[in-house]
Structures are given as structure tokens and as C-alpha cells.
């Protein structure tokens, strides 16, 4: 995830009022973005909207939707200012990461809720999240590990290594392993 945050859609946003949603912040914004957005199917689960406003220089505002995790989120590219980031939020007017992580905290089970709050936080720690995420490495079902384990590639919080270290010594699904092994390199500086 890097050096950068998204603004996270709620779960049950469709594809049309996300798209919507977005453009309408980025003409308002930013009235010589173009006409319509420009669009690409990355795979089956995943679809990028993509608008260029002459405002932003080289700087793109792209909106991902995957319908794998699920979720809906907006970055904005490197050509717009922290003021211009933060109008576009405001316009946006979508869920914080301490929302996004509430909602997490109340619906464990909703392992889109913990990949929702992981991609809203960016590089800041949140101590919530952070809990959360610690659960969900220790949790039962192993779907929820796996969404635990997702998060913390995602988050890339060094403070998380040590419990994926404790979660790979004892992690009994094949397939979680090489993802515990992936996300350990992220969370450990210098990888």
C-alpha cells in the first residue's frame, strides 16, 4: 500500500453510484476533467474508472471496484496537492477509517468490513485496526485469517511482523502460509 490512503466506499455501494458519485466530485471540483471516464477491466472481479483533470496535471483520480473483496475505493494521483486531496474527500463525503474499522469490529465475520478499513487507513497506525487485524490472525475460521492476513499486506505496519510470525508457526491451511509469507515481507522494513 505504500506511502498513500483511499477513500473507501461502504460495502454495499453499487458500481453506478460509486461512478456517480465520483465523478460528480472531480467535475465539481475540477471542471475541465473529461467528459466521461475512461474505463478498464483488470480481470473478472476487478474494474478501474479513471478521470484526468487539466487541474491535476499529470495526476489521475481513478476509482477500483472489486467485486472479490467486496469494495469500491478512490485514489488520487500524485499531480493533486494535500488541499486538493483533501476538498476531493470532503466532496466524497465517504466513511473514515475509524468507520470503516467500527463496522469491522461489529461484523467480524465480514471479512470485506476488515479489507474495507485496511485499505482506508494507509500508513497512519490505528490502534482499532490494528487489534482487529491481531484478532483475525488468531481467529477459527480460516477465512477470517485469511482477511486478517490480506489486511496486514495491505496496511504494511511493521508492528504487525512479530504477529505473523506467530501466525505462520501455527498456521495449519496450505493455503494461508505463502500469503502469511507475502505479508511478513511487507510488514518487515527493508524487504
Known amino acids: ?24 466530485a472531480v467535475h465539481t471540483l475540477w471542471p475541465s476533467g473529461t467528459a466521461a471516464p ?3 477491466r483488470l480481470s473478472a472481479s476487478t474494474e478501474v474508472y479513471t478521470w484526468a483533470p487539466q487541474e491535476l496535471g499529470s495526476g489521475r483520480v481513478s ?7 467486496p469494495a469500491a475505493f478512490v485514489s488520487v494521483g500524485d499531480g493533486a496537492s494535500p488541499e486538493q486531496v483533501a476538498q476531493f474527500g470532503a466532496r466524497l463525503g465517504l466513511p473514515t477509517v475509524r468507520e470503516h474499522t467500527a463496522l469491522a469490529a461489529q461484523a467480524p465475520a465480514d471479512t470485506g468490513a476488515l479489507l474495507r478499513a485496511a485499505l482506508a487507513a494507509g500508513p497512519k497506525k490505528d490502534k482499532a485496526l490494528f487489534r482487529l ?3 483475525g490472525l488468531e481467529a477459527g475460521d480460516a477465512t477470517v485469517r485469511g482477511a486478517a492476513i490480506q489486511a496486514a499486506a495491505l ?3 511493521p508492528a504487525l511482523a512479530e504477529h505473523l510470525l ?3 508457526s501455527v498456521e495449519t491451511d496450505s493455503d ?12 518487515t522494513p527493508g524487504s
Request: glycine residues 6%.
Open 63 to 69: 476509482l477500483t471496484l472489486n467485486n472479490a473483496i
Open 155 to 157: 496496511l504494511a505496519w
Open 38 to 40: 475512461h474505463h478498464a
Open 133 to 135: 487485524v491481531v484478532a
Open 1 to 24: 500500500m505504500g506511502d498513500h490512503f483511499y477513500f473507501v466506499f461502504p460495502g454495499d455501494t453499487s458500481t453506478d453510484h460509486a461512478v456517480t458519485q465520483v465523478d460528480d
Open 166 to 168: 506467530l501466525a505462520a
Open 176 to 187: 494461508l502460509k505463502p500469503l502469511l509469507g507475502v505479508a511478513l515481507r511487507k510488514c
